[in-house]
């Protein structure tokens, strides 16, 4: 059933840091795909031969007062999931799945493992990877980087040319750190640069234009709080930086055209966090707003384009408990 009916259409104007954001008319309507667990989270969305895949986070809480678990879907058409797969490991949070296809065609997912007792005393990469057909996956196996260990997460990863980028953030005593990473097997990770935002920089998403070029999209909690985007010419060592009007919170997004990306994120508000996604420009300027039914623990959109849509899977407790979400909006609507 879709949730917001009777939701009035968007027609303020959001005053984000002194920029004004124009809503757009068009109101997305969403519809809950899974609610099983006490606290359904984090979700992530790809395709892979002809499936919708899903990976959620299953758990007591936004943080664990018991393990949590990454429980993976499929769907051939958006409305019916099957559940496909369940990554575990008995006393320790598996948490934040990062799905990507490896050139090897196979679906890796990427999840950050740890022990959380007011903060966590362990944390670390895992990866499992399905078979051919997309139905069975491998047990959880720790990665090996280019770093010296700390409290580490690589929170997303993105595949170019054969090589996959990601960004672990390192928490460290004396502030956080953020560095781009790459792979070709998904296992070992080799050190490429540091990505130096400042102001504790963490979860952080990779996309390439047609011309190879990397944008990072980085949520920052110190400072400011504002998030960033990162700009690198291979080989990805000399950075720019372009700072947001707005906090971010599971940032994602994608290229809408050569110009122009589409973002998604929590939304602060002064009435609460929503999930919402933005149109921009390459620095983040942003030209458009568009707000999802959501609120209290809400965000970590996964997005993919198909069929002339784009698809946003995220989760919102707004509705008695954490449950998961699923938009469709016509590319047409997403235009600023």
Do not use: C
């Not at 960004?167 to 750190?177: D, F, L, N, S, T």
């Amino acid at each position: 059933m879709y949730l917001n009916k009777g939701f009035a259409l968007l027609v303020l104007l959001w005053i984000v840091g002194g920029l004004e954001l124009k809503a757009q008319d068009y109101v997305p309507t969403s519809k809950v795909v899974w609610d099983k667990a006490p606290h359904n989270a984090f979700p992530d969305l790809i395709r892979f031969k002809s499936y919708f895949y899903a990976a959620i986070r299953e758990g007591n809480n936004h943080m664990p007062d018991k393990s949590g678990q990454v429980r993976l879907l499929r769907s051939k058409d958006g409305d019916q999931w099957e559940d496909i797969g369940l990554l575990e490991m008995d006393g320790y949070d598996v948490r934040e799945a990062r799905l990507s296809v490896t050139p090897k065609g196979q679906i890796m997912v990427l999840t950050a493992v740890g022990i959380y007792d007011k903060g966590y005393k362990e944390l670390f990469p895992m990866v499992s990877f399905s078979d051919q057909s997309g139905l069975n996956f491998s047990e959880l196996t720790r990665t090996t980087m280019g770093l010296s260990p700390s409290l580490d997460w690589i929170w997303s990863l993105t595949w170019h040319k054969k090589v996959g980028y990601g960004v672990i953030y390192q928490i460290k005593e004396g502030g956080w750190e953020t560095h781009l990473l790459k792979t070709v097997d998904g296992k070992h990770f080799e050190w490429v640069s540091q990505i130096d935002t400042g102001g504790n920089p963490n979860e952080a998403t990779i996309r390439f234009d047609k011309t190879g070029k990397m944008y990072v999209l980085v949520r920052r909690e110190a400072d400011d709080q504002m998030g960033m985007i990162a700009s690198a010419e291979a080989p990805y060592k000399d950075w720019k930086f372009s700072r947001l009007n707005i906090r971010l919170g599971g940032p994602n997004f994608l290229f809408l055209n050569k110009d122009q990306l589409v973002i998604g994120s929590r939304y602060h508000q002064p009435g609460g966090p929503k999930t919402a996604i933005f149109t921009s420009d390459l620095d983040g300027n942003f030209l458009s707003t568009m707000v999802f039914p959501s609120g209290g623990d809400t965000s970590y959109p996964g997005m993919i384009f198909h069929k002339n849509r784009l698809w946003v899977m995220y989760y919102s407790s707004h509705e008695e408990k954490s449950k998961i979400y699923l938009s469709q909006i016509p590319i047409n609507q997403l235009k600023p």
